[in-house]
Nanobody, 114 residues
Framework: VQLVESGGGLVQAGGSLRLSCAAS????????MGWYRQSPGKQRDMVAA???????NYADSVKGRFTISRDNAKNTVYLQMNSLKPEDTAVYYC?????????WGQGTLVTVSE
């Protein structure tokens, strides 16, 4: 299983970004998929997740601002991030949980300036 993130970058506070996670080796529609983030000196925390049935879950800090979705035809998971805040600055990682094993992408850096 390979996960490749893209879409990170520098954005001003209040702006938007959309992250993409292209998967190969497994179907995003059949597995629990998620986005995590990690800031320097902090642990990696779940941001958003989506189950095979389409149920979504969000960290309290991003509810109402971030949306996770997937395109089964493209085998890609997205994270739409709106109303970004400086505290959203982190490396964002795509995650797939398949038969008890966790798979990670290489991460994409999101920097939100004041």
């Amino acid at each position: 299983v390979q996960l490749v993130e893209s879409g990170g970058g520098l954005v001003q506070a209040g702006g938007s970004l959309r992250l993409s996670c292209a998967a190969s080796g497994s179907s995003v529609s059949r597995n629990a998929m998620g986005w995590y983030r990690q800031s320097p000196g902090k642990q990696r925390d779940m941001v958003a997740a989506i189950t095979p049935g389409g149920t979504t879950n969000y960290a309290d800090s991003v509810k109402g601002r971030f949306t996770i979705s997937r395109d089964n035809a493209k085998n890609t998971v997205y994270l739409q991030m709106n109303s970004l805040k400086p505290e959203d600055t982190a490396v964002y990682y795509c995650n797939a949980y398949i038969f008890g094993s966790a798979y990670w992408g290489q991460g994409t850096l999101v920097t939100v300036s004041e």
